[in-house]
């Protein structure tokens, strides 16, 4: 009897070696998560086995085989909740902060604004995808399109799906301030800011716990979009220099290790915009460049050129009193028509120096009649004094 006992025993004792033996082949369960016949117990849900790892994607950004690939058996942190800054200048592209890994655990890199290597360049955000038991990091790219960032939603227009924070427009980057603060009365993104609420509601996927994960125990369920699998096969730009300084500098601050500082980091969002670093554009760029400001720019073109259509107008009616002006300066002109007369009013005073000559007998005359009215005085006083008696007496004789 003891010995059949103890027969059982060993023999249970040798199916748990040999289940868990199997569990550490096949790296499929870590703790938290069991299996039962056809269905995996997740640590929230029970999942069909066909479909596990359909729903929870393994690496595409990185090989699991590739040497110095990223991956822990820990979970990291649930994303701190932060401010963004706004843009301190024009063309510049949001990078969401994120945990990453170091030797001492997850530590925090901050978000910062970057300029993007090349017009028309768009961050598809790096992100932790569980895949055979361990959980991967996906490092981050530059490309022509956002691609498949786990569905974890940083925020600030990287909500899960895409980016909804803003657009290329020919060579300048336009902002949705639906989700990015941008200070209008700031005159250097005049004409670079729009606000589209329904784009950032389309692409936001529901993270209430800020995982910071996708796949795995109570991870981030979201498959990638027929767009999203689409940029990952674009030709991608790995981070600049300068990105890769960020990453360096935060990993020597011991403050911004997760066990320093209990998952809430203090340094959040960097301060100032990292520098610029240039790199040819992929050829994809290159098409998006022929065509977008072909269409791009007409709907802002309007905004521009609108003003100048109404200018006219208002310029017109400055115009139009112009020509109507002349009229009233002929009759200026028309004035010295006026004048003329007065001019020819010398030769009616021409005729006035010909009058005294017809004064001139008028005059004569006038000393003439004396001598007629003398004789006549003459005669009546020789009258009066009896002159004429004389004679008479002189015929008596």
Known sequence: MQSLRSARWLLLALIVFIAAASQQALGQ?????ARTGTFIWDGAHWVPASEYRVNFPAPDAVDVAEPGAVYTEEAPPPLPVYEQPPPPAPNLIWTPGYWHLGRSGFYWIPGAWVPAPFAGGLWTPGYWGWSGG????????WGTHVGYYGGVNYGFGFGGVGFAGGEWRGGV????????HVDRHDDRFRGAVFEDRERVDRGVV??????????GPNGIRHDP?????????????PPTTFQKQHIETAKADKTSYAKANGGHPAHLAAEKPLAEEKHAPPPEVK?????????EPKPVAPSKVEPKPVAPPKVEPKVEPKPVAPPKAEPK?????KAEPKPAAPPKAEPKPVAPPKAEPKVEPKPAAPPKVAPKAEPKPAAKTANKPAPKDEHKQ
């Open 333 to 337: 002109p028309a004035a010295p028509p």
């Open 206 to 215: 529901v993270n209430p716990n800020h995982v910071a994960f996708a796949g």
């Open 29 to 33: 369960m870590p703790a938290g998560t």
């Open 173 to 180: 980057f336009a902002y949705n301030t639906a989700v990015i």
């Open 287 to 295: 098409n998006v460049q022929k065509v977008e400001p072909k269409v």
């Open 134 to 141: 361990r959980y991967y990091f996906h490092e981050g790219y």
């Open 225 to 237: 979009t027929p767009e999203e699998a689409a940029a990952v096969k674009e030709t991608h730009t």
